[in-house]
């Protein structure tokens, strides 16, 4: 069965430090990625999207993300972080039948 | 903004009563999803929707119940409401027609609390 997981319960980062969010995935065939952002109270927003083509991946709010196939990982980047970045990180992959699968998150903090 | 509402924001109900939550979307799109979402589980599918009537059950089906008699609205209800369905739920819509353009838009939710 698909899964996606989220090593990463919490990450705490100064502001303007580099981030980095892990995500790995189990799917035999090529993976439709994704990666979602909420605020507090809030819905889920997409970031970013791998499909196919240039693993490499730019999302809103200058995120990225790399799509490495031989280590099943989707990892989430942003080289300075802002304080308004706190929030929880989902990441995702689309089955065959359009259905999302999620991690579990992992929920940022930021310091001053 | 996809054009998604939920409704209603939020609810609490008693043990044992039914209970129906709405989404509605503007945009005439033919996948609907439920979703709850608890701490330490992400978000997991409850049920979704293909189209017009054409529904089919997600990883947490348990306990719950869906209709869609019309594109626009896909209805989730809980028959008879337990504690362990305190969650949050969001609706989320299916954006593309193909399958190298598929995203999914999330409605802003809806807070149960089961007492």
């Known amino acids: 069965a698909q899964s996606v997981t989220q090593p990463d319960i919490h990450i705490t980062v100064s502001e303007g430090a580099s981030l980095e969010l892990r995500c790995n995935y189990s799917y035999g065939a090529t993976p439709y990625l994704f990666w979602y952002v909420q605020s507090p109270g809030q819905g889920l927003q997409l970031l970013l999207k791998?499909?196919?083509?240039?693993?490499l991946v730019q999302g809103i709010k200058g995120f990225e993300a790399e799509f490495k196939r031989s280590q099943s990982s989707f990892n989430l980047r942003k080289p300075s972080v802002h304080w308004s970045d706190a929030a929880e990180y989902f990441c995702a992959a689309m089955d065959s039948s359009y259905k999302l699968i999620f991690g579990s998150g992992t929920r940022l903090l930021v310091r001053p | 903004d996809a054009g998604i509402t939920q409704s209603p924001r939020h609810k609490v109900t008693e043990t044992g009563t039914p209970v129906t939550l709405r989404c509605h979307q503007t945009?005439?799109?033919?996948?609907m999803y439920w979703y709850r979402q608890d701490p330490g589980h992400g978000l997991r599918l409850i049920h979704y929707s293909y189209g017009v009537k054409d529904t089919d059950k997600g990883e947490v089906s348990d306990g719950y119940s869906v209709s869609r008699s019309k594109t626009e609205d896909f209805l989730l209800t809980l028959e008879s409401a337990t504690s362990s369905q305190t969650s949050v739920y969001f609706c989320a819509i299916k954006v593309g027609t193909d399958y190298s353009y598929n995203e999914q838009f999330f409605g802003p939710g809806t807070r149960l609390t089961v007492l």
């Open positions: 791998y499909f196919s083509g240039d693993t």
């Open positions: 945009e005439n799109h033919r996948y």
